[in-house]
Antibody
Framework: QVQLKESGPGLVQPSQTLSLTCTVS????????VHWVRQPPGKGLEWMGV???????DYNSALKPRLSISRDTSKSQVFLTMNSLQTEDTGIYYC?????WGQGVMVTVSS | DIVMTQGALPNPVPSGESASITCQSS???????????LNWYLQRPGQSPQFLIY???TRASGVSDRFSGSGSGTDFTLKISRVEAEDVGVYYC?????????FGAGTKLELK
């Protein structure tokens, strides 16, 4: 059974760095691409970036200067790191692989 | 960036009736391989999005055949037949052709 689960701090201070983990089960990271998508409260979906099965990455150009996606295939984990957080980065962060989405993790940027 | 524009539904939709959601892209999503890279998702209240359709008209595994996708290179329609309570939520189209992947703003379906 395929599952993805996001984890990370619920609260981040402005200007600080966000670190999230997506732990997958039921499939190999070397066979499937994993995307990160976020959703501000009450708003629509924004694609952030992807780490391909081969390990390469692509990013939303609007976020690229602040965003990094990496992985540890031995642990079946994908990592998202984004720096210089602002209040507009508040929202639910999802990872998705193939047709499956994680439950999402709520991140609030506030002092 | 490719802009995705979704139409609204005449909510609420009577139970058992059909509903059609439109989506338009600012650029053709037809690839040279013949596939059209347009996805549809449903986000039920309080849940993460669920994959419904990819390549414009191919249903994801386990998705009811009441959902069907159609269209051309830039104009797309998601049709929901015999609307049920479990269909309530926000529907998103997404282009899967170019970076950055972009979503429509969403179309809300409410049930009467």
């Amino acid at each position: 059974q395929v599952q993805l689960k996001e984890s990370g701090p619920g609260l981040v201070q402005p200007s600080q760095t966000l670190s999230l983990t997506c732990t997958v089960s039921g499939f190999s990271l070397t066979s499937y691409n994993v995307h990160w998508v976020r959703q501000p409260p009450g708003k629509g979906l924004e694609w952030m970036g992807v780490i391909w099965s081969g390990g390469n990455t692509d990013y939303n150009s609007a976020l690229k200067p602040r965003l990094s996606i990496s992985r540890d295939t031995s642990k079946s984990q994908v990592f998202l790191t984004m720096n210089s957080l602002q209040t507009e980065d508040t929202g639910i962060y999802y990872c998705k692989g193939s047709v499956y989405w994680g439950q999402g993790v709520m991140v609030t940027v506030s002092s | 960036d490719i802009v995705m524009t979704q139409g609204a539904l005449p909510n609420p939709v009577p139970s058992g009736e059909s509903a059609s959601i439109t989506c338009q892209s600012s650029k053709s999503l037809l690839h040279s391989n013949g596939k059209t890279y347009l996805n549809w998702y449903l986000q039920r209240p309080g849940q993460s999005p669920q994959f419904l359709i990819y390549w414009m008209s191919t249903r994801a595994s386990g998705v009811s055949d009441r959902f069907s996708g159609s269209g051309s290179g830039t104009d797309f329609t998601l049709k929901i037949s015999r609307v049920e309570a479990e269909d309530v939520g926000v529907y998103y189209c997404q282009q899967d052709l170019e970076f950055p992947r972009t979503f429509g703003a969403g179309t809300k379906l409410e049930l009467k």
